[in-house]
């Protein structure tokens, strides 16, 4: 059985960081590239960064470039979102998923797990 579980969420000022984890199970987690979503009250989940199987192919939303870092230690089943310089608009639950195809990270669609979020309040 497949597991992914977000945590590292919380409340935090702007222009504060927070480092959120996602902690894999029940797959073989380098085969994988894994995924970070968001989802604002009200809106749609959007994409927000995604990294493939060797840690080295990353991809970022615009909206956070420059701010959020993706990272991933295959050694634990984990990937990470660093999150500096936060911004209310960046509140919202935040998603990981994983995907054994590499081919449009950026889609919803393209992911096969996903796990519960974890909720990221930002304070102005």
């Known amino acids: 059985q497949v597991q992914l579980v977000e945590s590292g969420g919380g409340l935090v000022q702007a222009g504060g960081s927070l480092r959120l984890s996602c902690a894999a199970s029940g797959l073989t987690f380098s085969r994988y590239a894994m995924g970070w979503f968001r989802q604002a009250p009200g809106k749609e989940r959007e994409f927000v960064a995604a990294i493939f199987w060797n840690g080295v192919s990353t991809y970022y939303a615009d909206s956070v470039k420059g701010r959020f870092t993706i990272s991933r230690a295959n050694a634990r089943n984990t990937v990470y979102l660093q999150m500096n310089s936060l911004k209310p608009e960046d509140t919202a639950v935040y998603y990981c998923?994983?995907?054994?195809?590499?081919?449009?990270?950026?889609?919803?669609?393209?992911?096969?797990?996903w796990g519960q979020g974890t909720q990221v309040t930002v304070s102005s």
């Open positions: 998923a994983a995907t054994r195809s590499g081919s449009t990270p950026e889609s919803m669609g393209s992911y096969d797990y």
